[in-house]
């Protein structure tokens, strides 16, 4: 099941590439429609953030993972490099759940 | 536009630019590849996702809802929305390129945020294709080995949680939305896709409130018309 997810994801991924570079500009090319498609990926970021960080199955619990997106926005703050606001994070996690 | 040759010293210089972009991005495919185990995938499946998904934020968004428990589908159907923007990068690039045929359908592959960030401001096509191959050739390479490692040092870890990679998927997703937090309305519709997603986390099936905050998108961009300016993909991380 996941590798179905993993290959029929990548495929249509790709295509979603292609269509772009293939299709005349005047289809999409509509303020509304590019205003959406802009802020489609602003929410689900969004919302995979708070799903990621604050859910527990159906539960909403604030834990170590808290904590966690904390130093994130702390790092981001200042300006730190993609990989160290990842690993930091999880650095700050992993702490927080040894003492 | 102009398609004159590209002057030696302007194509060094797009070269070194795209290279210093393309490993600052490519080696973050660590996170991924660490990530990815952790939430359960085999090293395999990780690969494969880096091979043939190829856009960063999809391929997080498929480990992140199968790592909450939802369902293939749901983590599919999620990746999907967010390839969406490749295609408006597709529709900016595509005159700009200028390629046809075969070309094309190897270039789309490469379509992501920082190779459309490093050729679509260039002044000429054959600029523009040398921003566009040196980015996305560079990343290609350096985020499937980088995914490699990562997936085999995850497993070798053994439970992501007691290192914290669980938080890491949250921190890595609001690293890719940072930039973009800039503009008023980016904020609204975050906070308030945020808000749905918690909202309905009780309610529904892992992997739903997710998706139920794009319609956060269509009714934000529906309602509250305006450019923004961060529109453009970020370079500098």
Known sequence: ?99 | MSNAALDPRERKGIIRDGLGVGIATGTYGISFGAVAVGAGLSVAQTCALSLLMFTGASQFALVGVLAAGGTPLSGALTALLLGTRNTLYGLRLAPLLDWSGARRVAAAHLVIDESTAMSVTRPSTPAARVGFLTTGITIFVLWNVATLIGALGGRALGDPRTYGLDAAVGAAFLALLWPRLRDRRNRATALAAAAVALGLVPFTAAGVPVLASAGVALLIGALWPGRDKTEWPEVDR
């Open chain 1, 1 to 99: 099941m996941i590798w179905w997810a993993v290959l029929a994801a990548g495929v249509a991924c790709y295509l979603l590439k292609l269509a772009g570079l293939s299709v005349p500009a005047r289809v999409l090319e509509h303020p509304l429609i590019e205003r959406i498609a802009d802020l489609i990926p602003v929410a689900l970021l969004a919302a995979l953030v708070a799903v990621q960080v604050f859910a527990s199955g159906t539960a909403l619990v604030v834990d170590a993972r808290a904590v966690g997106l904390g130093a994130a926005v702390l790092l981001l703050l200042a300006r730190a490099p993609f990989l160290v606001v990842v690993f930091g994070a999880a650095v700050v996690a992993a702490v927080v759940r040894l003492v």
